[in-house]
């Protein structure tokens, strides 16, 4: 079994920083790619950013150039940087692992973390 834990989300002024941390534990062979994702209240779930086991990252339009997504692979950590905070990034942030492990390979999903921007 694999778990996702997100942390480091809170309530941010408009413009501000936070930075979202995201640890996978458990039967984990190798993590091939990690995402962020955020779902805001009333909408959709909305992809954010990806990052591979080799480095490569993508952002959808609506952060570029605001978030930078990173990853520690040794200790299968992944962050999220996000500045220039705008009330409409206020959403729960869920981070999503595509996991090989013993015998197979899945994706998880982590519980979230909220962040607001508000002032």
């Known amino acids: 079994q ?3 834990v997100e942390s480091g989300g809170g309530l941010v002024q408009p413009g501000g920083s936070l930075r979202l941390s995201c640890v996978a534990s458990g039967r984990i062979l190798r993590i091939n790619d990690m995402r962020w994702f955020r779902q805001g209240p009333g ?16 952002y959808s339009d609506s952060v570029k150039g605001r978030f930078t997504i990173s990853s520690d692979n040794a200790k299968n950590i992944m962050y999220l940087q996000m500045n220039s905070l705008k009330p409409e990034d206020s959403a729960v942030y869920h981070c999503n692992a595509n996991v090989n492990y013993p015998g197979g390979r899945q994706a998880y ?10 002032s």
Request: hydrophobic share 40%; proline share 0%; aromatic share 6%.
């Open 2 to 4: 694999v778990q996702l």
């Open 43 to 58: 909408k959709e779930r909305e992809w954010v950013a990806t990052i591979t086991s080799g480095g490569i990252v993508a």
């Open 109 to 118: 999903w982590g519980q979230g973390t909220q962040v607001t921007v508000s």
